[in-house]
């Protein structure tokens, strides 16, 4: 762990040939290793002109590209008075030479590029990722670096989210993989993140239920815990299609401009409004299968998020803050304190437009007295913040978006406009089309049956392709690996329907969740038959012969690498998983050029040649399969290594 520590880095340095490490405030060389070249560049730069040093470490940037070199100084941020930028490039272009950290570098215009020295990165870099392992990649946000001994923020992240008694949709699906990732990326960030699946388990959505269980339910069910929880989702849809001519009625009266109170104070309008009052009151009998209810579903989903690899620190829900009416007491307290509510045709509502807000007229108590979906968001926000006392809080919902910002206008309105900043909403395009159905029912285990089942059928179908021995065992991994990745790779792209999702999984051409799997697991096959690297320390790994590697493209390979930890920080910033995403395909498609030539070569032999040639590739692919791996756990997907047997053409 020579280079772990800021003592131990300035000594590995120091033993290699390099100069101490410049000190600068942005600079975090203990994650970063371009960061390292960036304060060798910044200190060569403030010796040549007369800025202040801020000035001078932010005007360099990382290239957007390999092709483009690797630092980038961007002549107008040193913001020199009377020097034009084209004319000062030429000059201070003389002035850098090539030395042991760069090449020569070149004008661009406003620019001047910088490539790093292969020969020095690959003795610093290398050593660099063996140190860290699983921990490369991980990063202080910018304005803590300066903080390194405070505590970490406490986020929460709420993400998933079904419905108790409606089935499991595309969008929760989405919600589901993107919120993952959210997660882990806050952990990355040295965060302390809290996990919390925020059930919908209450609403009159549960009074409906409640309804049909008393007319069809059979106590029988609960004998087949199996079977109990798509038994409640099936009888909740029958139920919705007994509602639906009321609904139907109802919203032809609002065409026409009538009064509904009429209609939703009979049939089964009224039923279903009645039997969720009785929750909200307490009854014994509602609140006892409330409460079977919700312990079968969190039971199902524990077990199922365990085979996309999640689980949740807490379970929570509207009934939370409906069950313990403290927290809801204090906010309605002071809607009706500041005057932000008022009373409208019986129920308690916020104009929003009245508090300067263009996000129209929300209730936030219906007429017959109960709690709406605004007032429970709100009072969970402040309940939270007494059990948990959080930094920040993010909510990974699909579209919502309105929902959302009245939830952060209403605090502020409230006078905590301290608490509104923590909260943030992440949305994500809804996927379009019809998700695949198995069964009358839709859950989330049928959804990931089905990942499965098509990988499965791949694997059967080619063999050549998937040399596995344990075809079924890895199905299941790659077929939820593959949907992972493709869901993420929709975040902002069109909204595609799961079936079309779920088609192109078995396909391993082009940028696939497949695809990447199998790179990987090519590299393994690699690895496996050179031979793992000695990477006992970090001076071993940085005095292996690497003449071999210095050229492309071997030498893109290893700048590409090196790029990881700005890269999980610029996915960070936006919360983008397909900044990450892009950037793994980026460094497969740069390994499989280093594979095929290695492949063609032909360097076999136990001559002293082949085996320094073989040592020097060992580090290098265990340094890219570190990267694929971290880069694949930080999305969610689980890396197979194992199981394939000789691919040598993928």
């Given amino acids: 762990m020579a280079t772990a520590s800021l003592p131990g880095l300035q000594a590995f340095v120091a033993d290699i040939g390099l100069q101490p490490i410049p000190v600068f405030a942005e600079a975090d060389v203990l994650n970063s290793p371009i960061d390292i070249y960036h304060s060798y560049l910044a200190e060569r730069l403030l010796a040549l002109v007369e800025c202040d040093p801020h000035l001078v470490y932010n ?126 990326i806050y952990e990355a960030a040295g965060c302390s993140v809290l996990r919390v699946n925020y059930l919908g388990d209450w609403g009159k959505n549960l009074g409906l239920l409640g309804v049909g269980w008393q007319k069809y339910g059979s106590e029988e069910a609960f004998n087949e815990p199996g079977h109990l929880f798509r038994y409640m989702h099936e009888l909740y849809i029958k139920m919705e299609e007994e509602l639906q001519p009321e609904q139907e009625a109802r919203k032809q009266a609002r065409t026409d401009g009538q009064d509904t109170s009429v209609l939703e104070s009979q049939g089964l309008f009224a039923e279903r409004d009645a039997a969720f009052k009785r929750m909200e009151d307490g009854e014994v009998e509602e609140i006892a299968f409330w409460k079977k209810l919700r312990d079968i579903s969190i039971e199902y989903y524990a077990e199922t998020y365990a085979r996309l690899g999640i689980k949740f620190d807490e379970y929570s829900g509207e009934s939370q803050v409906s069950l313990n009416s403290e927290a809801v007491t204090e906010v309605e307290s002071v809607l009706k304190e500041k005057d932000i509510w008022e009373e409208q045709n019986g129920a308690w509502v916020i104009d929003f437009d009245k508090h300067g807000a263009k996000l129209g007229t929300a209730t936030v108590r219906d007429r017959n007295g109960s709690t709406s979906y605004l007032l429970r968001d709100i009072a969970t926000v402040f309940d939270r913040l007494k059990t948990h006392a959080f930094d920040k809080m993010v909510y990974v ?23 509104a900043n923590k909260l943030q909403h992440v949305t994500f395009t809804r996927p379009s089309g019809p998700s695949p159905h198995v069964g009358s ?138 900044t990450i995403l892009s950037y793994l395909f980026r460094v497969a498609e740069e390994l499989t050029l280093c594979l095929d030539a290695a492949d063609e070569d032909g360097a076999d032999g136990e001559c002293s040649a082949a085996a320094s040639k073989h040592a020097a590739r060992a580090v290098l692919y265990e340094g890219v399969r570190q990267v694929l791996e971290n880069g694949m756990r930080l999305l969610g997907a689980t890396p197979i290594s194992k199981w394939l047997g000789e691919l040598s053409s993928l």
């Fill in 441 to 578: 029912v839709q859950l989330l285990g049928d959804i990931l049956d089905q990942c499965e089942k098509q990988m499965h059928e791949a694997i059967i179908a080619d063999p050549e392709k998937y040399p596995i021995e344990d075809g079924e065992a890895v199905a299941k991994t790659m077929g939820i690996n593959s949907m992972v990745i493709q869901e993420l790779s929709s975040r902002k792209g069109q909204g595609n329907g799961l079936l079309g999702a779920f088609s192109v999984l078995t396909l391993s051409d082009g940028e696939t969740g497949t695809s990447l799997q199998l790179c990987y697991a090519r590299l393994c096959s690699a690895i496996a038959k050179i031979g793992a690297p000695d990477a006992s320390s970090s001076e071993m790994i940085a005095q292996v012969e690497y003449a071999t590697l210095l050229e492309p493209p071997w030498s893109n390979l290893l700048r590409l690498i090196s790029r990881y930890p700005d890269t999980t920080q610029a996915a960070f910033e936006k919360l983008e998983p397909g």
């Fill in 59 to 184: 005007s360099i940037q990382p290239s957007k590209t390999i092709e483009d070199g690797d630092l980038d100084i961007v002549l107008p941020k040193l913001k020199l008075d009377g020097i034009k930028p084209k004319e000062l490039a030429g000059e201070l272009l003389k002035k850098f030479l090539t030395d042991a950290l760069f090449t020569a570098p070149f004008k661009d215009g406003i620019h001047i590029r910088f490539c790093l020295s292969t020969k020095t990165l690959l003795q610093l870099l290398l050593p660099y990722i063996n140190d860290r392992k699983s921990t490369y990649g991980n990063f202080t946000p910018l304005g803590l670096q300066a903080q390194p001994d405070s505590a970490p923020q406490k986020v929460i992240v709420e993400f998933s989210s079904p419905n108790a008694a409606r089935e499991f949709t595309a969008a929760h699906l989405r919600g589901t993989i993107i919120g993952a990732f959210v997660a882990n």
């Fill in 397 to 419: 919902v699909c579209e919502q978006d309105v929902h959302f910002r009245q939830v952060i206008k209403v605090v502020e309105l409230m006078g905590r406009v301290d608490v």
